[in-house]
Nanobody, 116 residues
Framework: VQLVESGGGLVQPGGSLRLSCAASGFSFSSSRMSWYRQSPGKERELVAAISSAGGTTNYADSVKGRFTISRDNAKNTAYLQMNSLKAEDTAVYYC??????????WGQGTQVTVSS
């Protein structure tokens, strides 16, 4: 089982980044996919989640209207488009795959730094 995040980096306030999460070794199309983030001294928090077929999404209030979660089940990949980034979005972003009663898998994380 692997979840490999990519796309993080340093970006100026107001800029954009697109994170990707490439999955393998489990039934991606049957899994709810989520993005979490954690910054130093804070608990890991849910940023966005998308249902297995992609029909339902939900977002943390702090990112609504700025971030968009999506998935491509043919490519076993989930995405997080992040626009209008703020300094407070700085964190390590983690991809999560969940299937109730069966499994929950985590990626290794990718650093996002928003700074001028």
């Amino acid at each position: 089982v692997q979840l490999v995040e990519s796309g993080g980096g340093l970006v100026q306030p107001g800029g954009s980044l697109r994170l990707s999460c490439a999955a393998s070794g489990f039934s991606f199309s049957s899994s709810r996919m989520s993005w979490y983030r954690q910054s130093p001294g804070k608990e890991r928090e849910l940023v966005a989640a998308i249902s297995s077929a992609g029909g339902t999404t939900n977002y943390a209030d702090s990112v609504k209207g700025r971030f968009t979660i999506s998935r491509d089940n043919a490519k076993n990949t989930a995405y997080l488009q992040m626009n209008s980034l703020k300094a407070e979005d700085t964190a390590v972003y983690y991809c999560d795959a969940y299937r109730r009663g069966l499994y929950e898998y985590w990626g290794q994380g990718t650093q996002v730094t928003v700074s001028s």
